[in-house]
């Protein structure tokens, strides 16, 4: 078995800080936006103003938007990924993982060939991506709950009022 040059191992950590950020700011919530798209308005904003307090906002802000860049050497496993993403399955609750099967078949029909660390990286890649989708996910369903239970207490409140 061939291993990866060290080079590519030290550049994964990278690469996972990459990703996790690139999907954190911009996978799609309930409502369609991103987090990108609301550092973005707020952001925009803050760019009328021009006081202590707004410019130290805008830094603020400015760093929560910074991603670490990718390196350079796993361009061709994002561009896989990318293409990979495209064809990814669901099992009804939420995007199932790549498998290697169906990177094989992606190798078999493209004509592209992944090298081994290629294939770690697309895991990783792949890992950040589920894992933020499950956060996004788990966001949604708090969301829902919150907007239930205080729809729940309305209707008590309304009566408690009435009553008074």
Request: no cysteine; glycine share 4%; proline share 4%.
């Amino acid at each position: 078995m061939t291993t990866a040059p060290r080079f590519f191992e030290d550049s994964l950590e990278l690469l996972r800080e990459h990703t996790e950020r690139f999907f954190a700011l911009y996978s799609k919530k309930e409502d369609g936006t991103s987090e990108a798209d609301s550092l973005t308005r707020a952001l925009s904003t803050l760019s009328r103003r021009n006081d202590s307090a707004s410019k130290q906002q805008r830094l603020e802000i400015e760093a929560r938007l910074d991603i670490p860049p990718m390196p350079e050497e796993y361009g061709f496993a994002w561009a896989s990924f990318t293409d990979l993403q495209a064809t990814r399955g669901s099992n009804g609750f939420s995007a199932n993982p790549l498998t290697y099967l169906e990177m094989e078949a992606y190798m078999r029909l493209s004509g592209r060939i992944l090298l081994p660390h290629e294939i770690r990286a697309i895991k990783t890649i792949d890992a950040a991506y589920l894992n933020v989708q499950a956060d996004v996910s788990k966001a949604a369903k708090s969301a829902r709950e919150t907007q239930k239970k205080s729809s729940e207490l309305v209707p008590v409140a309304k009566r408690a009022s009435r009553r008074g």
